[in-house]
Every structure is written in structure tokens, then in C-alpha cells.
């Protein structure tokens, strides 16, 4: 199975960033953040740049994001902003459609270490949606693992 880790952009120049990257053997990166605005050298292009640069797959997931409206200050209840990133964000065609390719490349490369990346620096696994989508793909993995082996 492929494994997937996270990793967050904030406060993280480049080279940094690639460092970590890297001593973690990351192959592919799935940048699912709603908006890829800010910093100006974590745009789509320039990230996919500098990960291609180091040989290092790069993915935009931007409808597996979580929109401003379900994040603080617009939301205030972070058990609320998981709730609704589960039962309507990842429910949107479009992010439906990108769950499938996220899991077709699983398939596919099943050595790949996969980084989910997120701009926001927090570890608690309950206040960023990197943490959330990364039980949605290893439980979407188990299972098909268990298929294989029946
Ligand atoms: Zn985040």
C-alpha cells in the first residue's frame, strides 16, 4: 500500500520544505489546499516547479480543499468544520471526481510515499483537513486491500 503522510507549507521556505520531503523518501505530492494564493512561491506552478525539480510527483487537489466558509472565523466549532468537510465538501462532483484519481494513483503506485500537503502548521489532527482526508484514503486503501486478498 502506498503511504501517506502530511506536511504543511506555513512558515517553510523552499529549501526547507524539500528537505523534509525528502528524508521522508516522499515520491508524490497532493496539494489540497482550497487556495493556492499565498505565498507567492507555493503557487500551483512554482510548487509543481520546485517538486519536479527534485523529482518529486506533484498533484492539485483543489476540490478536496476545505473552502473558507467551513474553516474559522466563518466557522467557529472545528468538530462542526470535520462534520461538514466529510458529509458535503468531499460530497461535491467535482471532489467525488478527485477522490477518484487521488485513488486511482494509490492503486497504481503502491511503494509511493504520498504527502498531503496543507498550508496551516497545526498538528492536532482535529483542526486541519490533511489529517481528515488522510483517514478517508487509508480506509478507502484497507479496503481494497482486504478485496484483494479475499
Ligand atoms: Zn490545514
Known amino acids: 500500500m502506498a503511504k501517506i503522510i502530511t506536511e504543511y507549507l506555513k512558515t517553510r ?21 482550497f487556495s493556492d494564493q499565498y505565498p507567492v512561491y507555493y503557487r500551483q506552478a512554482e510548487l509543481q516547479e520546485l517538486l519536479i525539480l ?15 466558509w467551513n474553516r474559522p472565523p466563518q466557522k467557529t466549532d472545528w468538530f462542526e468544520c470535520k462534520k461538514s468537510y466529510y458529509n458535503q465538501v468531499l ?14 494513483i494509490m ?6 510515499v504520498i504527502c498531503l500537503i496543507c498550508y496551516c502548521d497545526t498538528l492536532n ?9 488522510k483517514d478517508v484514503l487509508e480506509d478507502f486503501q484497507l479496503i481494497s486491500k482486504y478485496r484483494e486478498d479475499l
Open 13 to 33: 521556505k523552499p529549501k526547507e520544505f524539500i528537505d523534509i520531503l525528502q528524508k521522508q523518501k516522499v515520491n508524490i505530492v497532493f496539494d489540497i489546499r
Open 54 to 68: 527534485h523529482n518529486i510527483d506533484y498533484l492539485r487537489f483543489k476540490y478536496l480543499g476545505n473552502p473558507s
Open 91 to 104: 460530497q461535491y462532483t467535482l471532489s467525488e471526481n478527485q477522490i477518484k484519481a487521488a485513488r486511482l
Open 107 to 112: 492503486a497504481t503506485k503502491k511503494d509511493a
Open 125 to 133: 489532527p482535529e483542526l486541519c483537513h490533511r489529517f481528515w482526508l
